[in-house]
């Protein structure tokens, strides 16, 4: 199983709301990532963590803080968003299964707006 | 630095027929991954073929396959019998390890249009 799903499916915020973003799946997994993607556009990268762990911060503003509470689930923390934050966020996961380690898994995505 | 390149911004073909995504890319690894990644309208990223650089032989995927071209450093995506649901955005992406960790490099994308 290489599902990962992704909850809330939209959201619409004010620049000075907090909301949270949620990623989860259950591989068990060496990697997860979250991705920022305009639209026409290839996907950004912003974070990854391995094995829970931050390993990479892509200069991402302080608005957006990542978390992962355990092996399945990734948070995204967002406050103070500004209008062009508005995008679709992907979070990706790279299984533990030495076949499938190489490859990415994408859950279908949230659709944020900022007002 | 890896980089990738498709040089279609747009493609359209006939349903039932055949058609070929240009992808090619830059690197000085020698083992990587490489991958076409579909984003129909829904925008879920779905895998739908890969590739490993020390494999010779092209990657299939029922009608989807590639040609993987090493020394050309190009990766194209072959779709047979075309289908309606095949209308979508296709990323080709290549796998490589900067600062540590895996990271996708993607193109810009090719759109497909499927006419019925």
């Known amino acids: 199983d290489t599902e990962v799903t992704q909850t809330p499916k939209h959201l619409v915020m004010g620049m000075t709301n907090k909301k949270s973003l949620k990623c989860e799946q259950h591989?068990?997994?060496?990697?997860m990532y979250w991705y920022k993607q305009k639209a026409k556009k290839p996907p950004e990268l912003m974070f990854v963590y391995s094995y829970e762990k931050l390993s990479i911060n892509e200069s991402v503003p302080s608005r957006f803080s990542p978390e992962c509470p355990n092996s399945s689930l990734l948070n995204l923390h967002l406050h103070a968003l500004q209008p062009e934050d508005s995008a679709l966020y992907l979070c990706?996961?790279?299984?533990?299964?030495?076949?499938?380690?190489?490859?990415?898994?994408f859950g279908p995505g949230t659709r944020l707006t900022v007002l | 630095a890896q980089t990738v390149t498709q040089s279609q911004p747009e493609m359209s073909v006939q349903e039932a027929e055949t058609v070929t995504l240009s992808c090619t890319y830059d690197?000085?690894?020698?083992?990587?991954?490489l991958f076409w990644y579909k984003q129909p309208p829904s925008r879920q990223m779905i895998l739908v073929i890969r590739?490993?650089?020390?494999?010779?032989q092209n990657a299939t995927e029922n009608r989807f396959s590639v040609n993987f071209q090493k020394a050309a450093k190009s990766f194209s995506l072959k779709i047979s019998d075309s289908q309606l649901g095949d209308a979508a955005m296709y990323f080709c992406?290549?796998?490589?390890?900067?600062?540590?960790?895996?990271?996708?490099?993607f193109g810009q994308g090719t759109r497909l249009t499927i006419n019925p």
């Open positions: 591989m068990g997994h060496r990697a």
């Open positions: 690197t000085s690894e020698s083992d990587y991954y």
């Open positions: 590739q490993e650089a020390y494999k010779q």
């Open positions: 992406a290549y796998r490589g390890i900067i600062q540590g960790a895996q990271k996708l490099v």
């Open positions: 990706a996961s790279r299984p533990r299964l030495a076949e499938r380690s190489d490859t990415q898994y």
